[in-house]
Structures are given as structure tokens and as C-alpha cells.
């Protein structure tokens, strides 16, 4: 991590605190596993796991979103160790984006390395149907703002931040080489809470991107800046902005509670070629 701990902020210096003193441990495990939308009953397959409620942690934001869970595993996954956040906080939500990428930068001060990010997305190209997983190779930010804004930002490095790199190709390699049915793409970040509308979803299928979904991008951002190295898989539960049915929330969840067992297996084998 950039900072170094004669630097931390007092939050962040008893976010540190407690989870040392919680856990017992000095250092947390280096790769770190972030849940999104549908994913949360992954960490039920880490072994020999310890839970705490994000609710505990002094000043981590706890997710509030259907779907998510809210909590921190720590454990192990294809034999490695591994620390898992069950739910994440969207600036949809309220939260700012400090807030959003203030539980990966706590665990980056404890020893993360690298971290698996995973998300929920609407498609927004036909080739691309609901049910494919995505294996994100670069991201568009159009939420409209950046963690790295402000005194925060420049607490963890230098602002100018090279993302030529967002995500770790060596990484993402090794994961299409154990999951080849995985699809190469480019996520793009939205604000919401809504939505696309046709006219949105035409416009950012414009700029590129095969899926849209609205949390993400805030977390490659502050990853990048503390050096971590990052991978990325998303599926996709729709299609976006009228290139399907109307829209709602339960079905997102549902699809992803029929393909289970598939992305559990698909997350495990992504952990295991993490090193």
C-alpha cells in the first residue's frame, strides 16, 4: 500500500486496529474477493472461515442492497488464503466514493495485494445474453465523479494515476485459460439507481462498452492507485435499456440464483490461479 501506517488517517488507523486485534493477525490474507449483486453465497465455500459483520468494523459502510451481504470472511479457497467481502456500498446509495472504496482500502493497509471483483451488469450488446460472464478488460467511468477527488484521495499517492493497466492481464489470462466459456469485455460504470433508457443504452454500447452496471469502477480506481493488481468477472442478469423485458431487481437476483453453482465454481478456480 502506498500509505505508509505513520500516515493512516484515525479511521483508518482503528479500522486497522480492531481487524488486527479481531483477528488476531498482523496481516490479512493478500488476495481479497469482493461480492456483488447475486454472488454473496460464495463465501459459504470458504473453509476454515471466520465472519465479521461489516456493522462491527469501526467506520466500514455497510451494504443495504438486496442481494448483497455485509460481511468480512476470512478463510481459505483452493488453498489459498483469502479475504472475502460479502456485499458492497453504491453511490447510488448515498454513500460517497470515499465511502465506497473505504473497506478495500483498509484491507489494502492490512496486506492485500490483489483483488477479485465481481459485479451485476445489463447487457448492451446482443451477442452478449443474459447468463455470459464477463471477464472485464477495461472499464468506462461515467458515474461522474472519482475516489481520488480531494484530501482523501491524496492521503494513498499521487493523483495522477496511470489506468492504462486497470486490470491485470497475466491474471485475467490465467482465468480464461481455466474458464475458456468466459467472454472478454469493457464494463462501463453508471450512477443509477434507474435503469438505461434506449437512448443510454445505444450511447455507452457506442463508447465501447459490451455491459453496464452501476458499482465497480470506484473500486478499480482506488485499487490501481495503491498498486493492487485487479481482476474482474461480471454477469450479465439482462439486457439493457428496451433490448429486452422490462426491468426489475428480483429478476437480477433470480438469475443469478439459478447459475449458482456455475459462478461459485467459476469464482474458486479464478481465486485459484490468483497468484
Not at 465497480?216 to 492507485?225: I, S
Request: hydrophobic residues 50%; contains cysteine.
Amino acid at each position: 500500500m502506498n500509505v505508509a501506517a505513520s500516515e493512516f488517517t484515525p479511521s483508518l488507523l482503528a479500522t486497522v486496529q480492531f481487524l488486527q486485534q479481531r483477528t488476531g493477525q498482523v496481516r490479512l490474507p493478500a488476495t481479497l474477493v469482493v461480492l456483488g449483486s447475486g454472488f454473496k453465497d460464495f463465501a459459504a465455500e470458504v473453509e476454515g472461515s471466520t465472519s465479521i459483520d461489516m456493522g462491527e468494523i469501526p467506520h466500514f459502510p455497510q451494504p443495504k442492497v438486496a442481494g448483497h451481504g455485509g460481511a468480512l470472511v476470512l478463510g481459505t479457497i483452493a488453498a489459498q488464503p483469502v479475504a472475502v467481502l460479502t456485499g458492497r456500498v453504491h453511490l447510488y446509495e448515498g454513500f460517497t466514493p470515499d465511502q465506497v472504496v473505504y473497506p478495500l482500502r483498509a484491507l489494502a493497509a492490512l496486506g492485500v495485494e490483489r483483488v477479485l471483483l465481481t459485479n451485476a451488469s445489463g447487457s448492451l450488446d446482443p451477442a452478449v445474453p443474459p447468463g455470459q460472464v464477463v471477464l472485464v478488460r477495461d472499464q468506462i467511468n461515467f458515474t461522474g465523479t472519482s475516489c481520488l477527488v480531494g484530501a482523501a484521495g491524496r492521503a494513498f499517492g499521487p493523483l495522477f494515476v496511470d489506468m492504462g493497466q486497470a486490470f491485470d492481464g497475466a491474471w485475467a489470462a490465467r482465468i480464461k485459460a481455466v474458464a475458456p466459456q468466459v467472454t472478454d469485455g469493457i464494463y462501463v460504470g453508471v450512477l443509477g439507481p434507474s435503469y438505461e433508457t434506449p437512448a443510454e443504452a445505444r450511447m455507452l454500447a457506442g463508447l465501447g462498452a459490451q455491459v453496464v452496471g452501476m458499482s465497480t469502477v470506484q473500486e478499480v480506481l482506488a485499487a490501481r492507485h495503491l498498486g493492487l493488481r485487479v481482476a474482474c468477472l461480471s454477469f450479465v442478469t439482462n439486457m439493457s435499456g428496451g433490448l429486452g423485458t422490462p426491468l426489475l431487481h428480483a429478476d437480477v437476483l433470480a438469475l443469478a440464483e439459478q447459475h449458482k453453482p456455475e459462478l461459485t465454481a467459476l469464482l474458486i478456480k479464478a481465486v485459484g490461479v490468483a497468484s
